[in-house]
């Protein structure tokens, strides 16, 4: 089946830089979503990265290798209130459906 | 523009009584796909709606059934609710049903199941 792994949780410093990876099953993907879910919120949207390379949003980048079946979120400059969970999110093609991966929670320490 | 609204925000039940949950999307847009969040499973995919038709189910027992009204707003409803039921439902909209377009979620509803 297809599948989507990311680490559950991380912890960085205010200031600092962090990467949260996810892989996934090669197969059937048609591009990868991440989300910034704050506790007790609503997901809401981070980027989609349908081809191989890196989008940069401001301090959120995105990159996707489709090959290696693997993205990744860089968050520069941390903030406080950048502490969240990332979902990761697959795009399935064919089908109308997405698959998440279980999130990673995201702390940042001051 | 106002977001996706989702009513109500939380609701408590108990076993073996049924709950109907509310999704009204963006304006404009006509997909309106389901989920269940809980703390070990993540996000998993109920089923999704455009132009009043189900165009995909995840893998939910038949408990979990929804529709789409002619104005894109859409309900979600759950028979016989069992304990494992208590979860996060959230909604999201697009504008359209491809798997491309980005979702925008609700608040979601908490459900507790006693």
């Known amino acids: 089946g297809q599948n989507i792994d990311q680490p559950t949780e991380m912890t960085a410093t205010e200031g600092a830089i962090v990467q949260i990876n996810c892989t996934y099953q090669t197969s059937g993907f048609n591009g990868l979503f991440w989300y910034q879910q704050h506790a007790g919120e609503a997901p809401t949207f981070l980027s989609y990265n349908v081809l191989d390379g890196l989008e940069e949003k401001g301090r959120f980048s995105s990159f996707l290798s489709r090959s290696k079946g693997y993205s990744y979120l860089l968050l520069k400059e941390l903030q406080m209130k950048d502490s969240a969970s990332y979902l990761c999110?697959?795009?399935?093609?064919?089908?109308?459906?997405?698959?998440f991966g279980t999130g990673t929670r995201l702390k940042v320490l001051a | 523009k106002a977001g996706v609204t989702q009513t109500p925000r939380y609701l408590i039940k108990t076993r073996g009584q049924q709950v109907t949950l509310s999704c009204s999307p963006i304006s404009g847009h006509r997909s309106v796909s389901w989920y269940q969040q809980t703390p070990g499973q993540g996000l998993q995919f109920l089923f999704e709606y455009f132009s009043e038709t189900q165009r995909n189910k995840g893998n939910f027992p038949g408990r979990f059934s929804g529709r789409q009204f002619s104005n894109s707003r859409s309900e979600m409803n759950v028979s016989t609710l069992e304990l494992g039921d208590s979860a996060l439902y959230l909604c999201?909209?697009?504008?359209?049903?491809?798997?491309?377009?980005?979702?925008?979620f609700g608040p979601g509803t908490r459900l507790t199941v006693l």
């Open positions: 999110a697959g795009a399935t093609s064919g089908t109308y459906k997405y698959i």
């Open positions: 999201a909209s697009s504008l359209a049903s491809g798997s491309r377009d980005t979702q925008y």
